[in-house]
């Protein structure tokens, strides 16, 4: 079955560190690009990050560049988030995404979703 | 950064009925607009990519249109497991990928 199994959240205090795992067993991980995507208590979704298959790109959203740093173990089929610098408004529900094309690099279409990890900085 | 804006907020309808959702984009994004579904407790759901193109699993009552600027999703006879929240997110020119702030439509 594919699926996204995401771990490592939980309370991190502001400035702290966390970093978040997603395994992703059930498919030929080494072909798809893999992205973050996150959801505030209540709120919508936003797009935090996403890796090409090969992990040679690199990309982030603007309120997370320079403190979160995406990276692929393909041998491992995970997929990571190092998050550093935390802040309060980090604080959210993480997904993990498979991004849909075997053809087109970090096509920006998600098929498959984790359950997520819910990350909270607070003092 | 490409802002979309998904109206309306909140649509109210009854099982059967037709649901018509719209997403506009504050510049042509192609066609290169996604929507998903989003049940409580639940992860997103892909239902429609390019626009108009259903995903894998997806039942036809949901369909997808538009270009450049207006999207419309829509669904044709509202089920009761169709009751959820959807967003429209734009991959025509990123980073950033950019999410609408989502339709709730509820039972009525």
């Known amino acids: 079955e594919v699926q996204l199994l995401e771990s490592g959240g939980g309370l991190a205090r502001p400035g702290g560190s966390l970093r978040l795992s997603c395994a992703a067993p059930g498919f030929i991980f080494s072909k798809y690009a893999m992205n973050w995507v996150r959801q505030a208590p209540g709120k919508g979704l936003e797009w935090v990050s996403s890796?090409?298959?090969?992990?040679?790109?690199?990309y982030y959203g603007e309120s997370v560049k320079g403190r979160f740093t995406i990276s692929r173990d393909n041998s491992k089929n995970m997929v990571y988030l190092q998050m550093n610098s935390l802040r309060a408004e980090d604080t959210a529900l993480y997904y993990c995404?498979?991004?849909?094309?075997?053809?087109?690099?970090?096509?920006?279409?998600?098929?498959?979703w984790g359950q997520g990890t819910m990350v909270t900085v607070s003092s | 950064e490409i802002v979309l804006t998904q109206s309306p907020a909140t649509l109210s309808l009854s099982p059967g009925e037709r649901a018509t959702l719209s997403c506009r984009a504050s510049?042509?994004?192609?066609?290169?607009l996604v929507w998903y579904q989003q049940k409580p407790g639940q992860a997103p759901r892909l239902l429609i990519y390019d626009a108009s193109n259903r995903a894998a699993g997806i039942p036809a009552r949901f369909s997808g249109s538009g270009s450049g600027t207006d999207f419309t999703l829509t669904i044709t006879s509202l089920e009761p497991e169709d009751f959820a929240v959807y967003y429209c997110?734009?991959?025509?020119?990123?980073?950033?990928?950019?999410f609408g702030g989502g339709t709730r439509v509820e039972i009525k």
């Open positions: 510049q042509s994004i192609r066609t290169s």
């Open positions: 890796i090409s298959a090969t992990g040679l790109s690199r």
């Open positions: 995404a498979r991004d849909r094309s075997l053809t087109v690099p970090n096509s920006g279409v998600f098929d498959i």
């Open positions: 997110q734009q991959r025509a020119n990123w980073p950033p990928l950019t």
